[in-house]
């Protein structure tokens, strides 16, 4: 079983921090779960990739390009 640490501890001869994902026998994973220093790890699904680029097909041509003036112009 599968599950992610809360807490740092000393499990199955191996340290673990918090956030540590780790696959241990399930009798101890859950006695672990029970006492509050880990919870079952759930893999998210993949998000399917999607574009996100909106309107570069159907943008006009670049603005010109314009310089400072006035009190913060470069000189």
Known sequence: MKI???Q???VS???ADIGTVLDIPSREAENLVAMGRAKK???AP???V???SI???DAP???EFTTRKGKFAKK
């Open 8 to 10: 740092a501890t000393f």
């Open 4 to 6: 992610e640490f809360t």
């Open 46 to 48: 993949a998000a399917p």
């Open 13 to 15: 001869g191996e340290f």
């Open 50 to 52: 999607e574009d996100r």
């Open 61 to 63: 041509e670049a603005p």
């Open 55 to 57: 309107g570069l097909q």
């Open 41 to 43: 790890f759930i893999e």
